[in-house]
């Protein structure tokens, strides 16, 4: 059981370590977001994904928000993080 422990540290570790390597630092701040309107759940378990600004590198452009299928757990939506001088984009991801 103990290493099972040391091999989800070590894993976790690495995983961690890998995102903070491609973590791209934007010192222009992120324009407000869009206002959208939700067109009708295609479903009962449809869950709606806000849209958001993404950096392409140059600029700011708007991903527009989208249903998904509703995975276990509850949606945490994506925003960016004042870091230092700049900001970061911390993804969306299912909370379990």
């Known amino acids: 059981m103990k290493r099972l422990g040391m091999h989800i540290a070590i894993v976790s570790t690495a995983a961690l370590l890998s995102y903070g390597c491609a973590v791209t630092v934007v010192t222009e701040e992120p324009p407000p977001p869009q206002v959208e309107v939700r067109t009708v759940a295609p479903g009962p378990k449809a869950v709606w994904i806000d849209g958001h600004w993404r950096w392409n590198g140059h600029r700011y452009v708007w991903v527009p928000g989208f249903w998904e299928a509703h ?3 509850t949606w ?17 991801h299912w909370a379990r």
Do not use: E, F, K
């Open 71 to 73: 995975a276990r757990g």
């Open 76 to 92: 945490v939506s994506g925003h960016w993080d004042r870091r230092g001088r700049g900001h970061v984009w911390v993804p969306g």
